[in-house]
């Protein structure tokens, strides 16, 4: 049988064991995905010493950059992003595993938000710096829009701009605005990134990379001026399907 799973710390709700072991489950593949919940990056090579049936692995939060180190190689996407969230296993004549990472997220977020971009949408601003804004940004910028980020703290580099640089100006200017934070997830779904809400308009598209809840604050107040709005289930379970594909390529 093989093996799969997802390294991360702390896992909770696991999204991709559930999939996959429903997937093995109604396709009747012989394979089962197991959640490795390791409080330090240094377990990495625990999991694959004591797993030698391992075939693949997701990477969450907070091991996306951390785990690089870790592989023989990446994904011309991935050394571009400085990101992993796929890990691919091969092993050699000698029975000696290589890994390569991959990151599935671009591939899930492109697919899902290339069909609602229009021609005015020109330039986006991402909210939040973590490992999610790479790959956000490296799509958007193949998708021929110029970034900026928004973070809480100020930075020296003109690309970062904080929550109280966001003038009506700025807002008018930069009608994509995606959430990588995790501002707003469940159990604080009360919450929502601070930006000047009165200044979207029907031209504004606010995509959150959360899922749940469904409808974030963040979704409900971009909806209340008119935006379109879109939640992450759809680029997670893309992103589901592109690691599947990785693993079996």
């Known amino acids: 049988m093989k093996k799969f799973g997802l390294i991360g710390y702390p896992l909770g709700h696991s999204f991709s064991r559930n999939f996959f072991n429903e997937k093995f489950?109604?396709?009747?593949?012989?394979?089962?995905?197991?959640?490795?919940?390791?409080?330090?990056?240094?377990?990495?090579?625990?999991?694959?010493?004591?797993?030698?049936?391992?075939?693949?692995?997701n990477v969450t939060i907070p091991y996306k950059e951390k785990v690089i180190p870790y592989l023989n190689r990446l994904d011309p996407d991935a050394a571009a992003i400085g990101a992993v969230n796929v890990i691919r296993f091969e092993r050699n004549a000698f029975g000696k595993v290589?890994?390569?990472?991959?990151?599935?997220?671009?591939?899930?977020?492109?697919?899902?938000?290339?069909?609602?971009?229009?021609?005015?949408?020109?330039?986006?601003?991402?909210?939040?710096?973590?490992?999610a804004s790479k790959a956000v940004r490296h799509t958007l910028e193949r998708l021929g829009l110029e970034i900026r980020f928004v973070s809480r703290t100020a930075h020296?580099?003109?690309?970062?701009?904080?929550?109280?640089?966001?003038?009506?100006?700025?807002?008018?200017?930069?009608?994509?605005?995606?959430n990588t934070?995790?501002?707003?997830?469940?159990?604080?779904?009360?919450?929502?990134?601070?930006?000047?809400?009165?200044c979207l308009t029907s031209q504004h598209l606010l995509y959150?990379?959360?899922?749940?809840?469904?409808?974030?604050?963040?979704?409900?107040?971009?909806?209340?001026?008119?935006?379109?709005?879109?939640?992450?289930?759809?680029?997670?379970?893309?992103q589901a399907f592109a690691a599947w594909d990785i693993w079996n390529q």
């Open 98 to 131: 290589e890994l390569t990472g991959y990151n599935s997220d671009v591939i899930g977020f492109e697919r899902s938000i290339e069909p609602l971009l229009e021609p005015h949408h020109k330039k986006a601003l991402i909210l939040g710096t973590g490992g």
């Open 181 to 198: 934070s995790p501002v707003g997830m469940y159990p604080h779904a009360d919450e929502f990134p601070d930006i000047p809400y009165e």
């Open 208 to 238: 959150d990379l959360l899922y749940n809840p469904d409808t974030t604050l963040f979704m409900k107040k971009g909806s209340e001026q008119g935006a379109v709005v879109k939640n992450g289930l759809e680029m997670l379970l893309l």
């Open 25 to 57: 489950h109604s396709e009747n593949i012989r394979a089962e995905y197991v959640n490795f919940e390791i409080s330090t990056i240094e377990q990495f090579p625990e999991v694959i010493k004591a797993n030698p049936d391992l075939c693949g692995l």
């Open 156 to 178: 020296d580099n003109p690309l970062y701009l904080t929550y109280n640089d966001l003038t009506p100006e700025i807002m008018a200017d930069y009608k994509v605005i995606v």
